[in-house]
């Protein structure tokens, strides 16, 4: 049997942060009342696109696995922010690492997407259909803040991860996948003012963000449990076998609730929401590559993953790392410096959101 080997991980994260103290400057809010009902203390900002987090993030993780862009078949960018939408994001990030000729394609599911895109990339090589593929998140969720409406204000920052996935004879890759969508209560976490819905001729303003956070909590938490209960069915393994947690960075109290409900110690679980923020598909990429690089991944170890998503998307996975937790090799590849503050980058969106 083929499998999917992780054999390469990189991040990409923007220098310019925002702290709960300085967003209280521009929201209607403090650092006590995030901290509490989220766990967020700080989140980033993005000055570049998404394609450029995603560039980097996918040149450091090819650097991991001791490869050049030529050597890859696919690229799938899992992303609800887009740079572009014609031509996709993902053949701009293709160009960029120099995969030339290689499979490109974006793939939004929300804050599901990375687990979707692994899933997509991984089947394609069971199938033979290619040998190596780049799994990329990016999003630049700030870009859609509306900083006039605080529930959702706080909750979101930038950043991108990347994996390198490999054909291999090892067992190891992702092993057990469960994923689905709710589209009944799509409304629930939604954007309506943007995309080939709205009116083209008039002003967008700010996004009109729905976001009804205690029905998410609660479909979040059902949704994220009973999905890891699948695929844990599915890979006949039971939760004594399960070496690290990576649920999607959205809540703290949503990670804690899911903790508990599959019994799994703190020490066995990735959480880094309270410097990020949620960053939607790139939070367990961002997670991953610093589960490694913590070495809470030790060599061999069990992974299990959960995310939840505007859609509503749901997911869940198993995966078995690979023997080795070093890079072959590290890239340089950073992002252009940044010479404006987190609250200076904003300002624009501020300014529009507090005037509509």
Request: hydrophobic residues 45%.
């Amino acid at each position: 049997m083929v499998y999917a080997k992780i054999t390469g991980w990189g991040k990409c994260i923007p220098p310019a942060s925002i702290s709960n103290d300085e967003i209280s400057t521009v929201v209607d809010t403090n650092d006590e009342w995030i901290s509490t009902r989220t766990g967020i203390k700080s989140r980033r900002v993005s000055h570049v696109s998404t394609a450029e987090l995603a560039t980097v993030a996918s040149q450091h993780a090819l650097a991991c696995a001791g490869l050049d862009g030529k050597d890859i078949d696919l690229v799938l960018l899992a992303t609800c922010t887009p740079s572009t939408m014609v031509a996709n994001t993902a053949s701009l990030v293709q160009k960029n690492i120099g995969a030339v000729g290689a499979a490109a394609c974006d793939t939004n599911a929300a804050c599901s997407g990375f687990l979707y895109a692994l899933q997509n990339a991984t089947a394609q090589i069971q199938a033979g259909m290619i040998k190596k593929a780049v799994v990329v998140a990016a999003e630049r969720m700030t870009w859609y803040v509306n900083w006039a409406k605080r529930d959702s204000a706080v909750l979101f920052g930038d950043g991108a991860g990347a994996v390198v996935l490999e054909a291999s004879d090892e067992p190891a890759g992702l092993l057990g996948t469960k994923t689905g969508c709710d589209s009944s209560d799509r409304s629930i976490l939604h954007i309506p003012n943007y995309g080939t819905d709205m009116d083209r001729c008039a002003g967008t303003g700010p996004s009109d963000l729905s976001f009804e956070g205690r029905e998410i909590f609660k479909r979040a938490v059902k949704g994220m449990s009973e999905a890891c209960d699948d695929v844990l069915t599915q890979a006949s393994l039971s939760l004594d076998d399960i070496d690290v947690l990576i649920p999607h960075q959205a809540n703290l109290r949503i990670i804690q609730a899911i903790q508990n409900r599959l019994e799994i110690a703190d020490d066995k679980v990735m959480v880094n929401i309270d410097k990020y923020g949620n960053t939607s598909a790139a939070t367990i990429a961002i997670a991953l590559c610093e589960a490694v690089e913590n070495g809470l991944i030790q060599p061999h170890a069990n992974i299990m993953s959960a995310a939840f998503g505007a859609g509503l998307t749901w997911a869940a996975s198993y995966l078995k790392w690979g023997e080795r937790v070093t890079p072959i090799a590290t890239s340089n590849a950073c992002l252009p410096a940044c010479d404006k503050t987190g609250l200076e980058l904003i300002a624009p969106a501020v300014a529009v959101s507090n005037t509509n």
